[in-house]
């Protein structure tokens, strides 16, 4: 599932939620464990807040939900969920920096 309207944002935004899908298209995420999948959604959300944007997930029955806002307005820019499963829950991440959270 895939949710959005990219075309009124930015160039440097339509490519950064265009460089989040093909990492998660291209990433195995049922390898990852929560440590490693804490270290990739930081380093992600880091390169979201230069674009002004906030990256946000949520982790239910083994599938991460994303959802990308606009940090300046708070609106929802585009969201999507994975069809590879974690073999961990959103509890096991939590501990990740204050600016990625739960939505």
């Not at 075309?7 to 490693?36: C, G, W």
């Not at 820019?77 to 600016?99: A, K, N, P, W």
Request: hydrophobic share 40%; net charge positive; charged share 30%.
């Amino acid at each position: 599932m895939a949710q959005g309207v990219l075309h009124s944002y930015r160039k440097e935004q339509r490519e950064a939620v265009n460089d989040l899908v093909r990492k998660v298209i291209i990433t195995d995420m049922a390898n990852f464990n929560p440590e490693r999948f804490r270290d990739w959604a930081k380093n992600l959300n880091y390169q979201f807040g230069k674009a002004g944007l906030t990256l946000r997930f949520d982790i239910r029955q083994g599938t991460v939900h994303f959802m990308v806002k606009d940090l300046r307005t708070g609106r929802r820019v585009y969201e999507f969920h994975t069809s590879t499963r974690v073999l961990f829950d959103d509890g096991e991440v939590m501990s990740v920096e204050d600016q990625i959270k739960k939505f």
